[in-house]
């Protein structure tokens, strides 16, 4: 299974399994276009590029964490690049989708040079984001916005992996001590964010797991396990959140697209307002929608089987015959 960061990154906290690979978004529309192969299996180095922080006890509470990483869990982290203020600033475009601001992209695109000349395919960004108070306040309120850090964190790992041939996510560095929302009671999903003042650790653990980049027309080497975008079995997203390269790239190659309903998204964005019907799933627009990820998951099992996802619903519907009449031969005249 190939997945954003995003779907498996809490913080500190990472469960995520062995067979998962940790890919961020330009690199997921990449593969899925065919532009580069994955190589999994094994672990990876990881390089960290650390912004410098506001205050220094920020920066020694990162390096605790990078300590604990690799003294717990046994990642090889190095090297670890200090650069300088980036400036990040969370903002809302205005049709209302959350964007950034950067002071300085060219501070991260310094530190990037020096952790591939270290050697190091697997990037960690550490850098503030600046979120209005009122924002964070309206989001940890569960208040219907996008989320005011992502977008954000989306455009520097973007610029990371445009530029180099690494594997790259994202984490935030404190700006203050009061936004470790420590006491704060909030949405169930940002739990670990809440009780958590590093929030890189998972980071880490995913960024280990990363598959390999490699070009798609390289030869393939024998002895290493190479996924490529025509062992795509399945693309599972959000009902609402269809406006993206993988679901277009799916329709395009007929690969099955389940659509989960339980997930709802800010961006609204359902095949029916793409004049898809997305309930007659057929040969030509494999488009399912199912309830929640359980559903979801008992799909791909059926998909991966050779079961007929028509098979287990009930009730089932009988097969309507064609009748083919064949045509009465014309007269002859003697």
């Given at each position: 299974m190939i997945t954003n960061p995003n779907a498996v990154t809490a913080s500190d906290l990472y469960f995520a399994a062995d067979n998962v690979g940790y890919l961020e978004g330009n690199l997921l529309c990449r593969f899925l276009l065919g532009q580069l192969d994955l190589?999994?299996?094994?672990?990876?180095?990881?390089?960290?590029?650390?912004?410098?922080?506001?205050?220094?006890?920020?920066?020694?509470?990162?390096?605790?964490?990078?300590?604990?990483?690799?003294?717990?869990?046994?990642?090889?982290?190095?090297?670890?690049?200090?650069?300088?203020?980036?400036?990040?600033?969370?903002?809302?475009?205005?049709?209302?989708?959350a964007t950034g601001a950067y002071g300085d992209l060219g501070a991260l695109l310094d530190a990037l040079e020096h952790v591939q000349a270290a050697g190091a395919r697997s990037v960690g960004l550490v850098s503030s984001i600046d979120v209005p108070q009122p924002v964070r306040e309206a989001?940890?309120?569960?208040?219907?916005?996008?989320?005011?850090?992502?977008?954000?964190?989306?455009?520097?790992?973007?610029?990371?992996?445009?530029?180099?041939?690494?594997?790259?996510?994202?984490?935030?560095?404190?700006?203050?001590?009061?936004?470790?929302?420590?006491?704060?009671?909030?949405?169930?999903?940002?739990?670990?964010?809440?009780?958590?003042?590093?929030?890189?650790?998972?980071?880490?653990?995913?960024?280990?797991r990363a598959p390999t980049l490699l070009p798609a027309a390289a030869p393939h080497d024998g002895g290493e396990q190479r996924l490529t975008a025509a062992q795509v079995r399945?693309?599972?997203?959000?009902?609402?959140?269809?406006g993206n390269i993988p679901f277009f790239v799916a329709l395009d190659r007929r690969i099955p697209v389940i659509l989960v309903r339980g997930n709802d998204t800010a961006a609204g964005l359902t095949p029916a307002r793409l004049g898809l019907d997305a309930d007659l799933p057929g040969p030509n627009r494999p488009i399912y929608t199912v309830a929640s990820y359980m559903e979801a998951a008992g799909l791909l099992l059926a998909l991966r089987e050779g079961?007929?996802?028509?098979?287990?619903?009930?009730?089932?519907?009988?097969?309507?015959?064609?009748?083919?009449k064949r045509a009465e031969p014309a007269a002859v005249a003697a």
């Amino acid at each position: 299974m190939i997945t954003n960061p995003n779907a498996v990154t809490a913080s500190d906290l990472y469960f995520a399994a062995d067979n998962v690979g940790y890919l961020e978004g330009n690199l997921l529309c990449r593969f899925l276009l065919g532009q580069l192969d994955l190589g999994v299996g094994g672990h990876r180095r990881v390089g960290l590029v650390v912004e410098e922080p506001v205050q220094a006890a920020f920066g020694r509470n990162v390096l605790n964490a990078v300590n604990a990483m690799r003294t717990v869990a046994g990642i090889e982290v190095d090297p670890v690049v200090f650069t300088g203020r980036i400036r990040t600033e969370s903002r809302y475009a205005e049709h209302g989708h959350a964007t950034g601001a950067y002071g300085d992209l060219g501070a991260l695109l310094d530190a990037l040079e020096h952790v591939q000349a270290a050697g190091a395919r697997s990037v960690g960004l550490v850098s503030s984001i600046d979120v209005p108070q009122p924002v964070r306040e309206a989001y940890y309120r569960g208040e219907p916005i996008p989320n005011p850090w992502g977008s954000a964190e989306a455009i520097l790992t973007h610029t990371a992996t445009s530029y180099f041939p690494v594997t790259a996510a994202h984490s935030p560095l404190l700006l203050e001590a009061e936004h470790t929302c420590f006491g704060t009671l909030g949405d169930p999903r940002d739990g670990a964010e809440l009780i958590s003042s590093a929030f890189l650790c998972s980071m880490v653990r995913g960024l280990s797991r990363a598959p390999t980049l490699l070009p798609a027309a390289a030869p393939h080497d024998g002895g290493e396990q190479r996924l490529t975008a025509a062992q795509v079995r399945a693309v599972v997203m959000p009902e609402t959140a269809v406006g993206n390269i993988p679901f277009f790239v799916a329709l395009d190659r007929r690969i099955p697209v389940i659509l989960v309903r339980g997930n709802d998204t800010a961006a609204g964005l359902t095949p029916a307002r793409l004049g898809l019907d997305a309930d007659l799933p057929g040969p030509n627009r494999p488009i399912y929608t199912v309830a929640s990820y359980m559903e979801a998951a008992g799909l791909l099992l059926a998909l991966r089987e050779g079961i007929a996802p028509a098979a287990l619903v009930r009730p089932i519907r009988g097969v309507e015959p064609v009748l083919l009449k064949r045509a009465e031969p014309a007269a002859v005249a003697a």
